[in-house]
Protein backbone atom coordinates (compact mmCIF):
# COMPACT_ATOMS: atom_id res chain seq x y z
CA UNK A 1 0.00 0.00 0.00
CA UNK A 2 1.75 3.36 -0.93
CA UNK A 3 -0.15 5.45 0.90
CA UNK A 4 1.97 6.04 3.62
CA UNK A 5 4.24 8.85 1.85
CA UNK A 6 0.63 10.46 2.20
CA UNK A 7 0.72 10.71 6.18
CA UNK A 8 3.26 13.14 6.19
CA UNK A 9 0.38 15.72 5.53
CA UNK A 10 -1.53 14.84 8.50
CA UNK A 11 -1.58 18.37 10.98
CA UNK A 12 -0.68 19.19 14.33
CA UNK A 13 -3.29 20.83 16.03
CA UNK A 14 -0.67 23.72 16.49
CA UNK A 15 -1.19 24.11 12.66
CA UNK A 16 -5.00 24.58 12.98
CA UNK A 17 -4.97 28.51 11.94
CA UNK A 18 -6.78 31.00 13.84
CA UNK A 19 -7.27 34.53 13.03
CA UNK A 20 -8.15 35.70 16.23
CA UNK A 21 -6.22 33.36 18.74
CA UNK A 22 -7.22 30.74 20.54
CA UNK A 23 -10.29 30.98 22.97
CA UNK A 24 -13.10 34.03 23.13
CA UNK A 25 -13.68 37.61 21.69
CA UNK A 26 -14.18 36.36 18.26
CA UNK A 27 -17.66 37.28 16.37
CA UNK A 28 -19.17 34.76 14.68
CA UNK A 29 -17.64 37.03 11.66
CA UNK A 30 -14.32 37.39 12.87
CA UNK A 31 -14.25 33.14 13.06
CA UNK A 32 -15.75 32.54 9.88
CA UNK A 33 -12.57 33.53 8.53
CA UNK A 34 -10.61 31.01 11.00
CA UNK A 35 -8.92 28.27 8.49
CA UNK A 36 -7.87 24.60 8.37
CA UNK A 37 -4.36 24.19 6.95
CA UNK A 38 -4.64 21.83 3.61
CA UNK A 39 -1.65 19.45 2.46
CA UNK A 40 -1.06 21.46 -0.57
CA UNK A 41 -0.23 24.63 1.49
CA UNK A 42 -3.03 26.62 1.00
CA UNK A 43 -6.01 26.93 4.20
CA UNK A 44 -9.90 26.32 3.72
CA UNK A 45 -12.05 28.61 5.74
CA UNK A 46 -14.16 26.71 8.67
CA UNK A 47 -17.48 28.44 7.50
CA UNK A 48 -18.29 27.98 3.33
CA UNK A 49 -21.49 29.31 1.38
CA UNK A 50 -23.01 26.89 -0.93
CA UNK A 51 -23.93 27.96 -4.16
CA UNK A 52 -26.76 24.71 -5.53
CA UNK A 53 -29.89 26.05 -5.68
CA UNK A 54 -32.75 24.16 -7.86
CA UNK A 55 -33.86 27.30 -9.02
CA UNK A 56 -30.44 28.27 -9.94
CA UNK A 57 -31.85 32.22 -10.42
CA UNK A 58 -29.08 34.13 -11.01
CA UNK A 59 -29.74 37.34 -10.06
CA UNK A 60 -31.26 35.88 -6.67
CA UNK A 61 -27.72 34.09 -6.65
CA UNK A 62 -25.51 36.90 -6.92
CA UNK A 63 -27.27 38.89 -4.67
CA UNK A 64 -26.87 35.68 -1.62
CA UNK A 65 -23.09 36.06 -2.78
CA UNK A 66 -22.72 40.29 -2.12
CA UNK A 67 -24.79 39.74 1.32
CA UNK A 68 -22.58 36.67 2.49
CA UNK A 69 -19.17 38.56 1.60
CA UNK A 70 -20.88 41.30 3.78
CA UNK A 71 -21.51 38.89 6.51
CA UNK A 72 -17.68 37.55 6.33
CA UNK A 73 -18.07 34.31 4.34
CA UNK A 74 -15.33 33.32 2.61
CA UNK A 75 -15.49 30.08 1.04
CA UNK A 76 -17.60 29.98 -2.01
CA UNK A 77 -18.39 26.53 -3.12
CA UNK A 78 -19.88 25.65 -6.74
CA UNK A 79 -19.73 23.21 -9.26
CA UNK A 80 -19.81 23.49 -13.61
CA UNK A 81 -23.15 20.97 -13.22
CA UNK A 82 -25.29 23.76 -10.56
CA UNK A 83 -25.47 26.30 -13.43
CA UNK A 84 -23.86 28.77 -10.32
CA UNK A 85 -20.62 29.11 -11.67
CA UNK A 86 -21.09 32.61 -13.64
CA UNK A 87 -23.20 34.35 -10.46
CA UNK A 88 -20.53 33.37 -8.73
CA UNK A 89 -17.97 34.76 -10.29
CA UNK A 90 -19.82 37.96 -11.39
CA UNK A 91 -20.49 39.05 -7.62
CA UNK A 92 -16.81 38.28 -6.55
CA UNK A 93 -15.35 40.16 -9.01
CA UNK A 94 -17.49 42.84 -8.38
CA UNK A 95 -16.45 42.72 -4.80
CA UNK A 96 -12.55 42.57 -5.76
CA UNK A 97 -13.21 45.26 -8.71
CA UNK A 98 -14.84 47.67 -5.50
CA UNK A 99 -11.92 46.95 -3.24
CA UNK A 100 -14.29 45.50 -0.71
CA UNK A 101 -12.67 42.38 -0.64
CA UNK A 102 -9.05 40.91 -1.92
CA UNK A 103 -8.76 37.62 -3.90
CA UNK A 104 -6.56 36.35 -1.90
CA UNK A 105 -9.22 36.52 0.69
CA UNK A 106 -11.65 34.28 -0.74
CA UNK A 107 -11.48 30.36 -1.63
CA UNK A 108 -13.63 29.32 -4.36
CA UNK A 109 -13.89 25.72 -4.80
CA UNK A 110 -15.66 24.18 -8.04
CA UNK A 111 -16.18 20.76 -9.32
CA UNK A 112 -15.62 18.36 -12.30
CA UNK A 113 -18.58 16.83 -13.53
CA UNK A 114 -18.57 13.26 -14.61
CA UNK A 115 -18.78 14.17 -18.43
CA UNK A 116 -15.69 15.92 -17.79
CA UNK A 117 -13.19 12.90 -16.61
CA UNK A 118 -12.05 12.32 -20.59
CA UNK A 119 -10.57 15.85 -20.15
CA UNK A 120 -10.19 17.88 -16.78
CA UNK A 121 -8.16 20.28 -18.42
CA UNK A 122 -10.38 22.02 -20.88
CA UNK A 123 -13.28 21.56 -18.21
CA UNK A 124 -11.36 23.80 -15.85
CA UNK A 125 -10.50 26.00 -18.35
CA UNK A 126 -14.25 26.18 -19.09
CA UNK A 127 -15.11 26.68 -15.50
CA UNK A 128 -12.89 29.59 -14.97
CA UNK A 129 -14.39 31.53 -18.27
CA UNK A 130 -17.41 30.78 -16.42
CA UNK A 131 -15.90 32.35 -13.11
CA UNK A 132 -13.70 34.87 -15.24
CA UNK A 133 -11.04 33.99 -12.75
CA UNK A 134 -7.85 32.81 -13.32
CA UNK A 135 -7.76 30.39 -10.84
CA UNK A 136 -9.67 28.57 -8.43
CA UNK A 137 -8.34 27.70 -4.64
CA UNK A 138 -9.86 24.07 -5.20
CA UNK A 139 -11.08 21.71 -7.38
CA UNK A 140 -12.65 18.58 -6.95
CA UNK A 141 -13.75 15.59 -8.81
CA UNK A 142 -17.31 15.59 -8.33
CA UNK A 143 -18.59 12.19 -7.89
CA UNK A 144 -16.39 8.90 -8.47
CA UNK A 145 -18.53 8.51 -11.37
CA UNK A 146 -17.36 8.94 -15.88
CA UNK A 147 -20.16 9.74 -18.09
CA UNK A 148 -20.16 10.03 -22.15
CA UNK A 149 -18.96 13.71 -22.89
CA UNK A 150 -22.59 14.94 -23.96
CA UNK A 151 -24.41 14.12 -20.74
CA UNK A 152 -24.90 17.23 -19.32
CA UNK A 153 -27.84 16.71 -16.48
CA UNK A 154 -27.74 16.48 -12.95
CA UNK A 155 -29.54 12.82 -13.49
CA UNK A 156 -27.67 11.09 -16.28
CA UNK A 157 -29.85 9.02 -18.37
CA UNK A 158 -29.28 4.91 -18.17
CA UNK A 159 -27.16 4.91 -21.07
CA UNK A 160 -24.71 7.60 -20.29
CA UNK A 161 -22.55 6.04 -17.59
CA UNK A 162 -18.95 4.69 -18.80
CA UNK A 163 -16.29 2.76 -16.71
CA UNK A 164 -14.10 4.54 -14.03
CA UNK A 165 -10.83 5.68 -14.97
CA UNK A 166 -9.84 7.06 -11.81
CA UNK A 167 -5.99 7.05 -12.60
CA UNK A 168 -6.37 8.66 -15.85
CA UNK A 169 -8.90 11.37 -14.29
CA UNK A 170 -6.88 12.07 -11.46
CA UNK A 171 -3.55 12.25 -14.12
CA UNK A 172 -5.92 15.38 -15.38
CA UNK A 173 -6.53 16.39 -12.25
CA UNK A 174 -2.79 16.52 -11.41
CA UNK A 175 -1.77 18.24 -14.57
CA UNK A 176 -4.71 21.40 -13.77
CA UNK A 177 -2.83 21.73 -10.37
CA UNK A 178 0.50 21.46 -11.96
CA UNK A 179 -0.67 24.32 -14.48
CA UNK A 180 -1.83 26.75 -11.68
CA UNK A 181 -5.31 26.53 -12.57
CA UNK A 182 -6.67 25.67 -9.22
CA UNK A 183 -4.23 25.88 -6.00
CA UNK A 184 -5.75 22.34 -4.66
CA UNK A 185 -6.57 19.39 -6.08
CA UNK A 186 -9.44 16.92 -4.32
CA UNK A 187 -12.31 14.92 -4.36
CA UNK A 188 -15.78 14.40 -3.20
CA UNK A 189 -18.01 11.65 -3.04
CA UNK A 190 -15.37 8.82 -2.22
CA UNK A 191 -15.38 6.51 0.14
CA UNK A 192 -12.45 5.15 2.10
CA UNK A 193 -12.16 2.28 0.01
CA UNK A 194 -11.71 5.04 -3.30
CA UNK A 195 -9.56 7.47 -1.69
CA UNK A 196 -7.35 3.95 -0.84
CA UNK A 197 -7.12 3.35 -4.60
CA UNK A 198 -6.47 6.66 -5.41
CA UNK A 199 -3.36 6.96 -3.27
CA UNK A 200 -2.35 4.11 -5.08
CA UNK A 201 -1.23 6.18 -7.82
CA UNK A 202 -1.52 9.66 -7.07
CA UNK A 203 1.98 11.94 -7.24
CA UNK A 204 -0.21 14.65 -5.81
CA UNK A 205 -2.81 13.61 -3.16
CA UNK A 206 -6.14 15.21 -2.49
CA UNK A 207 -6.45 17.47 -0.33
CA UNK A 208 -9.85 17.11 0.28
CA UNK A 209 -12.76 15.13 0.57
CA UNK A 210 -16.34 17.10 0.18
CA UNK A 211 -19.01 14.79 1.30
CA UNK A 212 -22.26 14.78 3.32
CA UNK A 213 -21.52 14.79 7.09
CA UNK A 214 -24.22 15.95 9.37
CA UNK A 215 -25.25 15.26 13.52
CA UNK A 216 -27.60 12.03 11.11
CA UNK A 217 -24.78 10.81 9.31
CA UNK A 218 -21.44 11.35 10.87
CA UNK A 219 -19.18 9.66 8.51
CA UNK A 220 -17.06 8.68 11.68
CA UNK A 221 -14.84 5.85 9.71
CA UNK A 222 -14.15 8.26 6.87
CA UNK A 223 -13.25 10.88 8.93
CA UNK A 224 -10.60 8.97 10.82
CA UNK A 225 -9.27 7.45 7.51
CA UNK A 226 -8.39 11.20 6.10
CA UNK A 227 -7.34 12.59 9.24
CA UNK A 228 -4.91 9.65 9.36
CA UNK A 229 -4.04 10.83 5.81
CA UNK A 230 -3.76 14.16 6.40
CA UNK A 231 -6.92 14.86 3.70
CA UNK A 232 -9.34 17.62 4.90
CA UNK A 233 -13.22 16.61 4.98
CA UNK A 234 -15.42 19.14 4.22
CA UNK A 235 -18.85 18.93 5.45
CA UNK A 236 -21.81 19.53 2.51
CA UNK A 237 -25.80 19.19 3.77
CA UNK A 238 -24.71 19.87 6.81
CA UNK A 239 -28.42 20.43 7.58
CA UNK A 240 -29.27 17.63 5.94
CA UNK A 241 -30.32 20.23 2.93
CA UNK A 242 -34.04 20.52 4.69
CA UNK A 243 -36.14 21.99 1.65
CA UNK A 244 -34.33 20.85 -0.97
CA UNK A 245 -36.10 18.27 -3.17
CA UNK A 246 -33.85 15.09 -1.94
CA UNK A 247 -33.31 16.70 1.08
CA UNK A 248 -34.46 16.25 4.78
CA UNK A 249 -35.63 17.97 8.12
CA UNK A 250 -34.34 14.59 9.69
CA UNK A 251 -30.98 16.30 11.18
CA UNK A 252 -32.98 19.73 12.11
CA UNK A 253 -35.79 18.17 13.78
CA UNK A 254 -34.30 15.09 15.21
CA UNK A 255 -35.51 15.58 19.25
CA UNK A 256 -31.71 14.73 20.49
CA UNK A 257 -30.99 18.38 18.35
CA UNK A 258 -33.84 20.01 19.50
CA UNK A 259 -33.22 19.41 23.36
CA UNK A 260 -30.13 20.68 23.03
CA UNK A 261 -30.91 23.12 21.06
CA UNK A 262 -33.11 23.95 24.31
CA UNK A 263 -30.80 24.12 26.95
CA UNK A 264 -28.46 25.94 24.78
CA UNK A 265 -30.78 29.06 24.91
CA UNK A 266 -34.04 28.77 22.06
CA UNK A 267 -36.68 30.92 23.26
CA UNK A 268 -40.37 31.63 21.13
CA UNK A 269 -39.30 35.00 21.16
CA UNK A 270 -35.95 34.72 19.03
CA UNK A 271 -37.93 32.19 16.80
CA UNK A 272 -40.64 34.59 16.13
CA UNK A 273 -37.75 37.38 15.34
CA UNK A 274 -36.30 35.66 12.76
CA UNK A 275 -37.70 35.35 9.26
CA UNK A 276 -40.47 32.41 9.00
CA UNK A 277 -39.19 28.86 7.81
CA UNK A 278 -42.17 26.86 5.95
CA UNK A 279 -40.20 23.83 5.76
CA UNK A 280 -39.44 23.95 9.29
CA UNK A 281 -42.49 24.65 11.21
CA UNK A 282 -41.04 23.50 14.93
CA UNK A 283 -40.16 26.48 17.14
CA UNK A 284 -36.48 26.06 17.89
CA UNK A 285 -34.83 25.39 14.93
CA UNK A 286 -33.05 28.32 14.76
CA UNK A 287 -30.66 27.12 17.66
CA UNK A 288 -31.53 23.23 16.12
CA UNK A 289 -29.61 24.82 12.70
CA UNK A 290 -26.87 26.41 15.27
CA UNK A 291 -26.45 22.88 17.06
CA UNK A 292 -25.86 21.03 13.75
CA UNK A 293 -23.34 23.52 12.09
CA UNK A 294 -21.79 23.34 15.29
CA UNK A 295 -21.50 20.10 15.40
CA UNK A 296 -19.54 19.73 12.36
CA UNK A 297 -16.97 22.43 12.90
CA UNK A 298 -16.43 20.35 16.07
CA UNK A 299 -15.24 17.64 14.04
CA UNK A 300 -12.56 19.15 12.72
CA UNK A 301 -14.42 19.28 9.33
CA UNK A 302 -14.88 22.87 7.17
CA UNK A 303 -18.68 22.95 6.86
CA UNK A 304 -20.68 24.03 3.62
CA UNK A 305 -24.07 25.79 4.51
CA UNK A 306 -26.60 27.37 2.19
CA UNK A 307 -29.04 29.68 2.82
CA UNK A 308 -30.00 32.60 -0.25
CA UNK A 309 -31.94 34.05 2.72
CA UNK A 310 -30.28 37.37 4.25
CA UNK A 311 -31.79 36.34 8.22
CA UNK A 312 -31.10 32.75 7.91
CA UNK A 313 -27.74 33.54 6.53
CA UNK A 314 -26.85 35.22 9.49
CA UNK A 315 -28.14 32.46 11.64
CA UNK A 316 -26.18 30.21 10.16
CA UNK A 317 -23.04 32.60 10.75
CA UNK A 318 -24.00 32.84 14.20
CA UNK A 319 -23.45 28.83 14.66
CA UNK A 320 -20.14 29.74 15.04
CA UNK A 321 -20.70 31.36 18.52
CA UNK A 322 -22.15 28.44 19.71
CA UNK A 323 -20.15 26.25 22.32
CA UNK A 324 -21.33 22.27 22.53
CA UNK A 325 -20.03 20.80 25.18
CA UNK A 326 -19.43 17.23 25.76
CA UNK A 327 -22.68 15.98 27.61
CA UNK A 328 -24.11 17.36 23.96
CA UNK A 329 -21.64 15.29 21.59
CA UNK A 330 -21.98 12.54 23.64
CA UNK A 331 -25.75 13.06 22.81
CA UNK A 332 -25.25 12.97 18.91
CA UNK A 333 -23.22 10.09 18.86
CA UNK A 334 -26.06 8.53 20.66
CA UNK A 335 -28.04 9.48 17.82
CA UNK A 336 -29.40 7.24 15.13
CA UNK A 337 -27.87 7.52 11.55
CA UNK A 338 -29.44 7.71 8.27
CA UNK A 339 -27.37 8.64 4.66
CA UNK A 340 -29.56 11.27 2.87
CA UNK A 341 -27.96 11.81 0.03
CA UNK A 342 -28.08 8.30 -1.45
CA UNK A 343 -26.97 8.57 -4.80
CA UNK A 344 -29.67 6.62 -6.36
CA UNK A 345 -29.77 8.37 -9.27
CA UNK A 346 -25.85 7.29 -10.28
CA UNK A 347 -27.06 3.49 -9.53
CA UNK A 348 -28.77 0.85 -12.37
CA UNK A 349 -28.03 -2.37 -14.03
CA UNK A 350 -26.90 -1.47 -17.52
CA UNK A 351 -24.32 0.70 -18.23
CA UNK A 352 -23.83 2.09 -14.56
CA UNK A 353 -20.49 0.63 -12.98
CA UNK A 354 -23.11 0.70 -9.75
CA UNK A 355 -25.17 -1.89 -9.77
CA UNK A 356 -26.39 -1.34 -6.14
CA UNK A 357 -25.98 1.54 -3.56
CA UNK A 358 -23.65 -0.50 -1.75
CA UNK A 359 -21.31 -0.43 -4.71
CA UNK A 360 -21.39 3.15 -4.58
CA UNK A 361 -20.28 3.53 -1.27
CA UNK A 362 -18.33 0.62 -1.17
CA UNK A 363 -20.70 -0.90 1.43
CA UNK A 364 -19.46 2.48 3.44
CA UNK A 365 -23.49 3.13 4.07
N1 LIG B 1 -20.24 17.68 -3.41
C1 LIG B 1 -21.52 17.37 -3.50
O1 LIG B 1 -21.89 16.34 -4.09
C2 LIG B 1 -22.55 18.28 -2.88
C3 LIG B 1 -23.84 17.79 -2.66
C4 LIG B 1 -24.75 18.65 -2.06
C5 LIG B 1 -24.38 19.93 -1.70
N2 LIG B 1 -23.12 20.38 -1.96
C6 LIG B 1 -22.72 21.77 -1.62
O2 LIG B 1 -23.00 22.00 -0.25
C7 LIG B 1 -23.88 23.13 -0.13
C8 LIG B 1 -24.77 22.98 1.09
O3 LIG B 1 -25.53 21.78 1.03
P1 LIG B 1 -27.11 21.74 0.73
O4 LIG B 1 -27.50 22.98 0.05
O5 LIG B 1 -27.38 20.46 0.06
O6 LIG B 1 -27.76 21.60 2.17
P2 LIG B 1 -27.84 22.47 3.52
O7 LIG B 1 -26.88 23.59 3.50
O8 LIG B 1 -27.81 21.47 4.62
O9 LIG B 1 -29.34 23.00 3.45
C9 LIG B 1 -29.75 23.97 2.55
C10 LIG B 1 -31.25 24.17 2.76
O10 LIG B 1 -31.49 24.57 4.10
C11 LIG B 1 -32.19 25.81 4.14
N3 LIG B 1 -31.57 26.57 5.26
C12 LIG B 1 -30.33 27.11 5.31
N4 LIG B 1 -30.14 27.73 6.47
C13 LIG B 1 -31.27 27.56 7.19
C14 LIG B 1 -31.68 27.98 8.48
N5 LIG B 1 -30.89 28.73 9.26
N6 LIG B 1 -32.92 27.63 8.90
C15 LIG B 1 -33.73 26.90 8.12
N7 LIG B 1 -33.42 26.48 6.87
C16 LIG B 1 -32.19 26.81 6.42
C17 LIG B 1 -31.95 26.46 2.79
O11 LIG B 1 -33.04 27.25 2.38
P3 LIG B 1 -32.92 28.87 2.15
O12 LIG B 1 -31.90 29.11 1.08
O13 LIG B 1 -34.31 29.22 1.75
O14 LIG B 1 -32.55 29.44 3.50
C18 LIG B 1 -31.85 25.23 1.87
O15 LIG B 1 -33.14 24.79 1.47
C19 LIG B 1 -24.61 23.17 -1.49
O16 LIG B 1 -25.23 24.42 -1.76
C20 LIG B 1 -23.47 22.84 -2.42
O17 LIG B 1 -22.66 23.98 -2.61
C21 LIG B 1 -22.19 19.56 -2.52
Known amino acids: MSSCKHKLHTLLPSQILSSCGVGGGCTGEMRAHQAKQLNCGITIPNLGFGTYSFENDRDTTELAIQMALEMGYRHFDTAKIYGSEPAVGTALRGAILDGR ?12 WGS ?3 DPVSALKQTLRNLEMEYVDMYLVHWPVKLKPWAVCAVPREDEFEPLDLETTWAGMEKCFEMGLCRGIGVSNFSCRKIQQLLDFASVPPAVNQVE ?5 RQTKLRQFCGELGIHVSAYSPLGAPG ?3 GSNAVVENP ?19 SPITAIP ?3 TLESVKV ?5 LSTEASVIVKSFNQERMKENMGALDLRLDDYDLL ?10 MRGEFLVNDTTSPYKTIQDLWDDEI
Open 101 to 112: VERNDIFVTSKL
Open 116 to 118: DHH
Open 213 to 217: LHPVW
Open 244 to 246: NCW
Open 256 to 274: TIQSIALKHGATPAQVSHS
Open 282 to 284: LSN
Open 292 to 296: ALQWG
Open 331 to 340: EIEKMEERKI
